[in-house]
């Protein structure tokens, strides 16, 4: 039997891994030692000696050259989390371990965010509670769009952009999307329409942005998108807060006021205390909360064991990490 070890930080270890899947993983694996953290492995990072594979998620330390040396018969780490980046190193690519990585159960949870808050918007239910709150009765006006007939804007097309855009299904709307790095053989088989980011912007009805934080991607969406957005439109951030130039964004929500803004991520995040963001009417904030919640973690979880089974079956991986792949992720 192979031999393995989880590593991740203790309180990650019962969100990730639940009874189910420790019982699973115990059955695949044989865990020679108890589970491990940065902090015992700085201590002793002699007990990685014998690991063949990593079980792991948030919390684990750097697997740099340094840590590696104590692990010559790695072959492979099951993260049960999202970004890898600060996680792998040069090191690690080039000892040619493989990683796979629980992005893809994290993305059915945001595009399921996604959704809700983007038909929310497509209703302007924001607009309208607070309406009715302030008028003590019932309001409405012809503003109202709904999801028939609607266009709804998605920026980059990457996994959870994908999801979201097959969640949209569901609706009666033309879907655009913006991303540098799809053409349109990729994008025509998902029924989605490539154009720039300012018609982006221009043409939606509701927005959800799920571009990674990258050096390219910071600031992306800037003051002069928001401005330009249809009366009683729809922007929804589940991705990076840095995405967005914030105070561009928080002075073009002040002046469209019609405008209505759903953000999971800010920058910083949480917004200082004093944020116009908590204050202004049209600015929904969640705290980063769109991803796997309680229960839903062990999702993750499952995925790494499911991954280990095509792995050790010597099956391509469904979620696997190459260091091309990690250069264009969050």
């Known amino acids: 039997m192979m031999k393995g070890l989880f590593l991740l930080d203790p309180s ?13 993983i115990g059955a ?15 201590k002793d990072p002699s007990v990685l000696r014998e690991a063949e594979v990593l079980f792991s998620g948030w919390g684990i330390p750097r697997l740099d050259a340094a840590l590696l040396s104590h692990a010559p018969r790695l072959k492979a780490v099951f993260y049960g989390a999202g970004s890898l980046r600060p996680v792998v190193s040069d090191a690690f690519w080039d000892r040619g371990i493989r990683v796979s990585s629980a992005y893809g159960s994290i993305a059915v949870a945001v595009a399921e965010y996604a959704l809700a808050w983007t038909i929310v918007c497509l209703k302007r239910f924001p607009h309208y509670a607070r309406a009715t709150r302030e008028a003590r009765g019932f309001t409405k006006d012809d503003a109202l769009a709904g999801a028939f007939g609607s266009t709804v804007g998605i920026v980059s097309l990457g996994m959870v952009g994908r999801r979201f855009r097959e969640l949209l299904r569901i609706l009666d709307v033309k879907v655009i999307a913006y991303d540098p790095f799809a053409t349109q053989e990729t994008a025509g088989p998902l029924g989605v329409e490539l154009c720039g980011l300012e018609e982006l ?15 390219e991607t910071e600031n992306l969406i800037r003051g002069r998108h928001i401005r330009s957005m249809k009366p009683g439109a729809g922007l929804v951030n589940s991705s990076r807060g840095a995405v967005i130039h914030e105070a561009e964004m928080i002075e073009a929500l002040r002046d469209r006021q019609d405008l209505q803004a759903v953000l999971d991520v800010t920058h910083p995040e949480p917004p200082a205390p004093e944020s116009p963001l908590f204050s202004l009417p049209n600015v929904i904030l969640t705290p980063h909360m769109a991803g796997n919640m309680g229960p839903e973690v062990h999702r993750q979880g499952r995925t790494m064991i499911e991954e280990f089974d095509r792995w050790s079956r010597g099956e391509p991986m469904q979620w696997e990490i190459t260091r091309e792949k990690a250069a264009r992720m969050a």
């Open 201 to 215: 912007f221009r043409r939606a009805d509701s927005v959800s942005v799920h571009t990674p934080w990258l050096p």
């Open 12 to 24: 990650s270890l019962p969100r990730i891994y639940g009874g189910d899947e420790l019982r699973d």
């Open 28 to 42: 695949r694996v044989d865990l020679y030692a108890p589970p491990q953290s940065a902090e015992t492995v700085a």
